[in-house]
C-alpha cells in the first residue's frame, strides 16, 4: 500500500506562487495516478489536476487551467503542483490521491483510494 505525504503549502499573497509536492513511501509511485483535490472551509472537495503513471495524460479543472502545473518525477517518487497567480478563492486544505494504473485518469475523487493528509495553502488578498 502507497502513503502519500503532501509539502509546500503556506501563506501567500494573491498573484504568488506555491509548489505543492505529494512524496510516496511504501510502494514506487511509478504505476499511478495521481490527483490533487483541495477543499475549502463549507465546501465540498473538488478536482484540481491530475496526471497519469507517465506525464503524458493530464487534466485540469477549468478554473486552474494556464495557471497551476502537474508534473512528476518518478525517480524521486513525487508528483507537483505548481500554482502561479494564486487566488483568494483558491485558499482551500490541498490533497493528493492516487490510484494503481496505467490507464487515463479521471477526475472523481472516489476513483482514488490512496489520499494523504492534506497541507493548508491560504492566499491573502
Known amino acids: 500500500q502507497v502513503q502519500l505525504v503532501e509539502s509546500g503549502g503556506g501563506l501567500v499573497q494573491a498573484g504568488g ?70 487566488k483568494p478563492e483558491d485558499t482551500a486544505v490541498y490533497y493528493c490521491a492516487g490510484r494503481l494504473t496505467l490507464g487515463v485518469v479521471i477526475t472523481s475523487a472516489s476513483w482514488y483510494p490512496y489520499w494523504g493528509q492534506g497541507t493548508q495553502v491560504t492566499v491573502s488578498s
Do not use: H
Not at 483541495?38 to 491530475?50: I, L, N, S, T
Not at 497551476?68 to 497567480?85: E, G, H
Open 17 to 86: 506562487s506555491l509548489t505543492l509536492s505529494c512524496a510516496a513511501s511504501g510502494r514506487t509511485l511509478s504505476k499511478y495516478a495521481v490527483g490533487w483535490f483541495r477543499q475549502a472551509p463549507g465546501k465540498e472537495r473538488e478536482f484540481v489536476a491530475a496526471i497519469n503513471w507517465s506525464g503524458d495524460n493530464v487534466q485540469y479543472e477549468d478554473s486552474v487551467k494556464g495557471r497551476f502545473t502537474i508534473s512528476r518525477d518518478n525517480a524521486k517518487n513525487t508528483v507537483y503542483l505548481q500554482m502561479n497567480s494564486l
